[in-house]
């Protein structure tokens, strides 16, 4: 494939990423932050952009780990643990940078990051893409669509979320309750996406 | 085969040795903040590395603040006041503090990171509660099965206030294989702030009474972490009516010297309950408060004396007595002290006898 095709074929990955393989609401994964973290927009936003920056970026990482390091090696049964080792340093990494580099940027993302260290949406990525063969170059596309489609439904959830925090809910529905329901409806929502894009 | 897996292992530990060295190597060059110096409530001064959550380094320093999610900013617990040096508040923190909490600076310690000094504020039962060393010095036998300790604390000085409970770490002994805490109120005169009186029942097959009655010796060494406990004197000036039997005395015996020691001058009756007249104990100290005190008063009430003893106190249960003397209820307060049972049989009879609830202070022994 020319780098041409390559790169349309990225963005028909992304976009499906976003819409019709929302990594949250049709694989349901990244569950916990998204159910503990989704009161506020302001936060939630916030986590989102952390995840979008986290997701593209590992999966470039464990892209060139895979092809370059397990492959030749024929340890390709081991990325599942070479991946997590992955994204933990990476993301330690960049926290620790952050921290000393840029006060404003740290506030505004690098507190998020020790949150989503361990977010499986992170490592699913990462292994869909093994999975499905994605070449380099759709691998970018297919971790920042990930991302983003991760930062819609969670920001979705916070809007929500924050209308209805003065509504009267039935007090056994109240918490928990009604924020699992409200992730099932959305999930039934973006099943409408389905057939819209014909990506893999 | 063999060689293969031996291998692979050794590829990818490697693989994850070089990140971890990796990270090393930079967490010396950029997480590095030096010693931080953080003054806790204007009164003590910790030096810590700079770079963890203020949460951890306090842990550290067995500053014990509550946190029920481990320091993930998902349960909002671990609230205290940061009045310099933290930053500004951030978006994790936000979901979990009100508008008057920010304007108090209260912040996360979780979510706060050692940076450069700082200065903070924590609850003053927070900061006081800790562990503390004490060597047995004294046990004295109270009845058959009641025998009062006294531990003298090696390294510190304890502040308490009268009514408040430690716990006590049972080390591992013959007939226990774990270490158990178990909770005594203090029983000492609160102005000895190194010594810890405890007044402690043997509990048949309990772990911590029998080590105490059994296998702890004058001189040996025990820890004890605390205070705790909302159990205490209110600062009204209404009459008091003590009811304790048993080891409940110890809270009672704390409360008393602490009335003495500030000339308290409210009236006061303390209704001892026992079955026996050998279940009574520290009759002359308690005579002692009688004349020491403005206006106290002990009634020991014997449900069952024998024939033979010539007993002329009141008889019966403590409830009937204080059912037949206590006169004008309603303008008493109330501090029960003791097992479920008896506490919640006297809390009926001074609600019938016209007390409201609120004037009903109680520290159940379970």
Redesign the interface.
């Known amino acids: 494939m020319n780098a041409e095709s390559q790169i349309a074929q990225a963005m028909i990955v992304c976009l499906s990423a976003v819409f019709t393989n929302n990594i949250l609401l049709t694989y349901f994964l990244g569950m916990c932050p998204f159910l503990g973290c989704s009161r506020e927009v302001k936060t939630s936003l916030g986590l989102g952009f952390a995840v979008i920056f986290v997701l593209t970026f590992t999966c470039m990482l464990n892209w060139v780990t895979y092809h370059y390091i397990l492959l030749p090696l024929g340890l390709e049964f081991f990325r599942f643990i070479l991946f997590i080792i992955t994204i933990a340093a990476f993301v330690q990494f960049v926290e620790m940078v952050l921290d000393r580099t840029s006060p404003l940027l740290y506030q505004k993302l690098g507190i998020f990051l020790p949150l989503i260290t361990v977010n499986c949406a992170i490592l699913g990525a990462s292994l869909f893409m093994v999975i499905r063969d994605y070449s380099f170059i759709v691998t970018i596309g297919y971790g920042l669509g990930s991302g983003i489609g991760w930062l819609l439904a969670i920001i979705a959830m916070a809007g929500i979320r924050q209308k209805l925090a003065n509504e009267r809910i039935p007090r056994g529905l109240q918490g928990p309750g009604i924020t699992l329901i409200i992730a099932g409806l959305m999930a039934l929502a973006f099943i409408g996406f389905t057939g819209v894009l014909q990506g893999k | 085969m063999i060689l293969s897996i031996f291998i692979?292992v050794v590829?990818?530990s490697s693989?994850?040795a070089a990140?971890?060295g990796?990270?090393v190597i930079?967490?010396y060059f950029?997480?590095n903040y030096g010693k931080c110096k953080i003054t806790v409530n204007d009164q003590r001064e910790i030096t810590v590395d700079g770079g963890n959550s203020l949460l951890s380094v306090l842990v550290d320093d067995k500053i014990f603040i509550p946190s029920a999610c481990g320091g993930?900013?998902?349960c909002g617990l671990c609230k205290l006041k940061a009045i310099e040096g933290a930053?500004?508040l951030?978006?994790?923190e936000?979901?979990y503090l009100d508008t008057e909490e920010r304007e108090l600076n209260v912040r996360l310690s979780c979510?706060v990171?050692v940076r450069n000094d700082l200065k903070i504020e924590i609850p003053p039962e927070l900061f006081a509660i800790r562990e503390y060393t004490c060597k047995c010095v004294d046990i004295v036998d109270l009845t058959y099965d009641i025998k009062r300790f006294r531990l003298e604390l090696l390294d510190a000085e304890i502040d308490y206030i009268p009514g408040q409970y430690v716990q006590l770490l049972t080390p591992v002994y013959q007939g226990s294989d774990e270490e158990v805490y178990r909770a005594y109120s203090i029983a000492s005169d609160p102005n000895q702030k190194n010594i810890i009186d405890l007044i402690i029942r043997l509990v048949p097959n309990g772990i911590c009474t029998t080590y105490c009655f059994n296998y702890l010796k004058v001189e040996d060494q025990i820890k004890i972490n605390g205070p705790y406990g909302d159990f205490r004197l209110s600062d009204t000036d209404a009459p008091i009516a003590f009811i304790a039997g048993g080891s409940g005395m110890a809270p009672v015996r704390c409360i008393l010297h602490h009335m003495k020691n500030t000339a308290n001058n409210r009236k006061a009756i303390y209704y001892f309950g026992a079955n026996k007249i050998k279940e009574l104990f520290l009759v002359d100290e308690m005579k002692m408060f009688e004349a020491q005190l403005n206006d106290f008063q002990f009634a020991p009430v014997i449900a069952t004396p024998e024939e033979e003893e010539n007993w002329s106190g009141q008889r019966g249960l403590v409830t009937e007595a204080v059912q037949q003397n206590l006169k004008n209820a309603s303008q008493y307060e109330a501090y029960l002290c003791g097992s479920p049972g008896m506490i919640d049989a006297s809390i009926k009879v001074l609600l019938g006898l016209g007390m409201s609830e609120e004037k009903i202070f109680y520290d159940k022994f379970e």
């Open positions: 692979a590829i990818v693989i994850g990140l971890a990796l990270l930079s967490e950029f997480a993930r900013g998902t930053g500004a951030l978006p994790t936000e979901p979510q990171k």
